[in-house]
């Protein structure tokens, strides 16, 4: 059984940092994709940041590019995103995700498709 637990959301100035983390059970590190949505309140679900097993695919929402990095450390079934310069328009309910996504042409179609969610944690960032 997959369970997927996000933790080190919180509340958090602009300009601010905050480090998410996200313990996964069930899954199999080297093979299993990870990474996290956002959903801000009236807002669609925007894909955030994934990477695969093996660290070769991976993906980065342009409106986050070079202010989070996503990281994973297989050995401890994790995956983090440190989010740095946060903005209000970063303020969301933050979900970590997996599946088992095999490398290739359609890795970034499937990462959207994930199967796997945690409950959520909340990021709000204050003007």
């Known amino acids: 059984q997959v369970q997927l637990v996000e933790s080190g959301g919180g509340s958090v100035q602009a300009g601010g940092s905050l480090r998410l983390s996200c313990t996964a059970s069930?899954?199999?590190?080297?093979?299993?994709?990870m990474g996290w949505f956002r959903q801000a309140p009236g807002k669609g679900r925007e894909t955030v940041s994934f990477l695969s097993g093996s660290g070769t695919s991976s993906y980065t929402a342009d409106s986050v590019m070079g202010r989070f990095t996503i990281s994973r450390d297989n050995a401890k079934n994790m995956v983090y995103l440190q989010m740095d310069r946060l903005k209000p328009e970063d303020t969301a309910v933050y979900y970590c995700?997996?599946?088992?996504?095999?490398?290739?042409?359609?890795?970034?179609?499937?990462?959207?498709?994930?199967?796997?969610w945690g409950h959520g944690t909340q990021v709000t960032v204050s003007p």
């Open positions: 069930g899954v199999t590190p080297s093979t299993w994709t």
């Open positions: 995700a997996a599946d088992e996504i095999p490398e290739g042409s359609t890795w970034y179609q499937r990462v959207r498709q994930s199967r796997y």
